[in-house]
């Protein structure tokens, strides 16, 4: 069993940064690739950014240059850092831990509403 707690949402101008937090605990060592993803009202669930265990990266293209993925291996923690937010950025994202035999967890995901 893998447990991700998400924190770092809120409320920001457009423009504006935050940096989301997701905290892994469990059988942490099957954990493979981390990923974040959002959702927005209506629409469905996207994949926003992935790490891989080695360090990896991929971004979905309406982020790119705007959004970083990072991990902190000896934190057990991953994180979002987005810059030059955007209206469309609003959402509830999640976190998500891959495991062998495409098991994945989730997160409980947090808001992050950008709006002046």
């Known amino acids: 069993q893998v447990q991700l707690v998400e924190s770092g949402g809120g409320l920001v101008q457009p423009g504006g940064s935050l940096r989301l937090s997701c905290t892994v605990s469990?059988?942490?060592?099957?954990?493979?690739?981390m990923d974040w993803y959002r959702q927005a009202p209506g629409k469905q669930r996207e994949l926003v950014a992935a790490?891989?265990?080695?360090?990896?990266?991929n971004y979905a293209d309406s982020v790119k240059g705007r959004f970083t993925i990072s991990r902190d291996n000896a934190k057990n923690t991953v994180y979002l850092q987005m810059n030059s937010l955007k209206p469309e950025d609003t959402a509830v994202y999640y976190c998500?831990?891959?495991?062998?035999?495409?098991?994945?967890?989730w997160g409980q995901g947090t808001q992050v509403t950008v709006s002046s």
């Open positions: 790490i891989t265990s080695g360090g990896s990266t």
């Open positions: 998500k831990a891959n495991m062998p035999f495409r098991v994945g967890y």
């Open positions: 469990g059988s942490i060592f099957s954990v493979n690739a």
